[in-house]
């Protein structure tokens, strides 16, 4: 019996020292537990451990109530066939009042360590205001906003439209310089057959021996001549039929020609009509004076035309100016179908692009697609804080809370917009006061005081409380980018537009998180079949971040 009580003792003598021995191998500095209200403390954790062990250091933000400013990189000194590890941690408090570090959890190979709790003191900012100066508020300054590019789209639009009035200018409007050709056109008939009699030596049938092409060209001349001065049917009658219109026309004292002058016009016309049919080629003399011969008949014929009368001058008029207006008419009618057919193929080119409706909203305009494609704004809200980037600021509201609740919680809130516009985002940050312990230090909540599930129907009813109806409530389990769990609750409701009697569908997305004493909700309410609105929710949920949460572990 003697021998088991030496040996126990001796066994818990062993096990005394193998803990201390292991409880020395985590040690804790700090160079102050007293400062002032943003001040920091230098947290020192130091650990001694073998080369082949793995060191675990605390991450994160462990030390709530307290918050982590910064964490050093860990120092190694080699000592012996041991190390020294060694890492600094910058903590701070904005709120006066005495706070606890809580234990924090070392790990060594695998065994866990953990460090004695630590009380610490913040103390407020003492200020004399008999000797420090009083001055007036700042004014509010005012933040340029991100330059846009919406002078350089005015810009390129511009552009193209003075290009296209350009082209059309140039192509259609621009009176252009005559051919020659048009030029000749436009002379009197006279005016044109001199010419053309004078461009007949120019073309050098003779010299060719082409005396048929040269008869074809006289004849055509003065054949033209009169189909526009005398006889309209001048150019398809035969030389038969022509003579004797231009004989029927003297007799009839309606054209007052020479006899010479019929006579010679005859005998051309028939010398030419024998040269075409190969059964004449007369020498080249002949044909220059057939030539000189025409042209005096084309002057003789203009000496007996009769001076247009003047309601001849002014049908002639009329119908220069009718012609000039239908000339007008037309380009007008060309620049508007160029001009439709360019809108109507921009306006198919980008709806095949980027659809029609988005097109349409682009043009007409969409509050949603005006936030989704606006400057958003990235933000962190409340403490601990909620990062989340939305498309305008958040701004903060006071929200009373009944004396009772008070003395239990603290509430801060920050929203844009409210169920009744649809589409709105609210930020809230709910904490509960830590109960003392007689000893001072505040008392921790049990795991399962905020309860996310009743906290979303609580959420709901105040949905039914501000005329939501036919609410469809589905739930999730959601994790933040930053790795933070907590609740999604989302479905749809029907709410009735104040004033009046119609009612709009919408949709609602709430977040919900817990971390110890602190409750963190994000509520979203957004239009039904509103893809830029759903674009935006999508946004605004992969944005949210927040403090990844963490269980102060404790040992018996």
Known sequence: MKTN??????????????????????????????????????????VEADSTKLVVFPEGQTFTPLEMVEASEIDTIRKDIKFQL?????????????YFVPKQKVIIGD??????????????????????????????????????????????????????????????????????????????????????????????????????????????????????????????????????????????????LEPDTIRNIKSILKRADLVKFAK???????????????DKEIDSVKEKLPEPSEEEKLLDKQYREE????????????TVAIAGF???????????????????????????????????????YGYPPVTISTPRVLKRVKIELPPQQQEQMTMTTFVYGTLLDIFSVAINTTTLNMPQQ???????????????LKVSEESLKGFEEKGAKNITVKRDDFTTPNGAQGLKTFGSFTITIPNTSS????????????????????????????????????????????VEKTKEETSN
């Open 342 to 380: 360019l809108i109507i193929a921009t306006v198919v080119g980008l709806g095949i692009k980027y659809g029609f409706t988005y097109l349409k909203d682009t043009v007409i305009g969409h509050e949603s697609k005006e936030l989704l494609e606006g400057d958003w704004v990235n933000s962190a």
């Open 111 to 256: 065994q866990t360590f953990f460090t004695d709790s630590l009380k610490v003191r913040v103390n407020t900012v003492e200020v004399d205001t008999t000797k420090q100066g009083l001055y007036d508020i700042k004014p509010i300054i005012e933040v340029e906003k991100s330059a846009s590019k919406w002078w350089f789209y005015l810009l390129l639009v511009l552009l193209i439209i003075a290009l296209i009035a350009f082209l059309l200018y140039w192509f259609i409007w621009r009176k252009k310089p005559l051919t020659e050709e048009e030029e000749i056109a436009l002379l009197p008939p006279y005016d044109r057959a001199k010419l053309a009699l004078q461009k007949l030596d120019e073309k050098g049938y003779l010299e060719q021996e082409a005396i048929k092409d040269y008869y074809s060209e006289l004849t055509l001349i003065i054949r033209k001549y009169l189909d526009e001065k005398v006889y309209d049917r001048a150019l398809e009658s035969t030389t038969d039929e022509l003579i004797s219109r231009l004989q029927l026309l003297k007799d009839a004292n309606e054209l007052e």
């Open 5 to 46: 009580k030496i040996r126990t003792a001796i066994l818990s003598f062993f096990c005394i020292l193998n803990s201390l021995f292991l409880f020395g191998q985590v040690t804790t500095e700090v160079d102050t537990t007293t400062i002032k209200i943003g001040e920091q403390i230098n947290y020192k954790i130091k």
């Open 503 to 546: 009612e709009i569908d919408a949709k609602y997305a709430l977040l919900f998180f817990k971390n110890k004493n602190v409750l963190q909700q994000v509520i979203i309410t957004w239009p039904e079949d509103d893809t830029y609105a759903d674009d935006m929710v999508e946004r605004i949920i992969n944005s949210i971040e927040l």
């Open 323 to 334: 012609q000039e207006r239908k000339k007008k008419f037309r380009k007008i009618v060309l």
């Open 86 to 98: 060694f890492r600094n941690y910058a903590l701070t408090q904005f709120d006066s009042g005495g």
């Open 280 to 294: 004449s080629k007369p020498d080249f003399e002949l044909a220059k004076l057939d030539k000189n011969t025409i």
């Open 438 to 452: 007689p000893d001072g230090s505040e008392k921790q909540l049990e795991e399962n005081t905020i309860d996310l």
